[in-house]
């Protein structure tokens, strides 16, 4: 597994998204942690909302009864999304971050992002909040996710040292918005409407890391693309350029992330310990540059 500087912080390439983990029992958890980190996948992504919070508290009673793997983790976790609506407010942000740390069983977190973008937010707010969170030691770095530049932009201008590091953002080989518009600059055709307000070059400029969330879906978790007969050209393509570099396709779809300049993190949700493996061994390969286009057209992209 390689690792790469994350806001100062080692980080491995490839992140263990702990979405799923609510309805597995301790002994399940144990081996996924344990997997992961003898893998070298050291970063683990939580939310507070995942399963109802059950996914923190199940994680946190691994730390709580092995404290010193504390030491070898990144740990993330999001907040802002409540029943029926976004709240970036200064008390729902410190109180959501008390909880997950609790849950955790951990006294920092070293990220916190927001999670979906408040449209009331209130920019001072937010910097009051990650700047008592700061000085606490509580957290460490701070991100958000699903925000376009401009929400930003916004944020930065209040954030002061605790400016976003991290941008989380829907990406695979079958969902490339963030890509299309920039290569069908000045084309007549629905690539090349810009919905991401060019945040791919935004975060490259100004050094905030993407991290791809459901890199194996076509759509809003409308189901994966590998093995899936709408993709039958890509599931070839990821076939043979596969077989090249002895992976398998499920690793394939990751390196095909990393091959990307921007250097992203892609968060995996599986806990397959044998798709982890694949990924694992898949996150050393590095395509070659017509490889790269030769699966996104694969995919059903057209280059102008």
Not at 126 to 145: I, M, N, P, R, T
Not at 227 to 250: F, M
């Amino acid at each position: 597994m390689k690792f790469f500087s994350l806001a100062g912080v080692n980080a491995s390439r490839v992140a263990q998204g702990c979405m799923r983990i609510g309805g597995m029992s301790a002994e399940d958890i144990d081996r996924l942690i344990r997997h992961d980190l003898d893998l070298g996948i050291n970063f683990f992504d939580h939310a507070d909302i995942y399963g109802g919070g059950s996914c923190e508290t199940k994680f946190g009673d691994f730390l709580r009864a092995n404290p010193a793997m504390r030491n070898r983790m990144v740990i993330q976790s999001k907040c802002g999304i409540k029943p029926g609506s976004y709240d970036f407010s200064k008390e729902h942000i410190l109180r959501q971050a008390e909880q997950s740390l609790s849950r955790l069983g951990t006294d920092h977190l070293d990220f916190l992002l927001l999670h979906r973008p408040d449209t009331l937010v209130e920019p001072e707010e937010v910097a009051e909040a990650f700047y008592q969170l700061s000085k606490a030691g509580k957290v460490l770095h701070f991100g958000v996710s699903n925000h376009n530049p401009m929400q930003m932009e916004l944020l930065n201008r209040s954030l002061g040292e605790n400016r976003i590091t991290v941008d989380q953002l829907q990406f695979s080989m079958a969902f490339t918005t963030m890509i299309d518009a920039g290569i069908n600059v000045n084309m007549e055709n629905g690539a090349a409407v810009n919905r991401d307000d060019s945040v791919l070059d935004w975060c490259r400029l100004n050094g905030v890391t993407i991290q791809p969330w459901s890199p194996f879906q076509h759509g809003f978790f409308a189901g994966p693309f590998i093995g899936n007969p709408d993709y039958e050209k890509l599931n070839e393509k990821l076939d043979e350029i596969s077989a090249r570099y002895d992976v398998t396709p499920t690793g394939m779809a990751i390196a095909w992330i990393l091959r990307h300049p921007a250097k992203m993190q892609p968060i995996v949700g599986t806990t397959n310990l044998d798709r982890i493996s694949q990924i694992a061994a898949a996150s050393d390969v590095t395509i070659t540059h017509d490889e790269w286009y030769e699966l996104y057209r694969a995919s059903g992209k057209k280059l102008p």
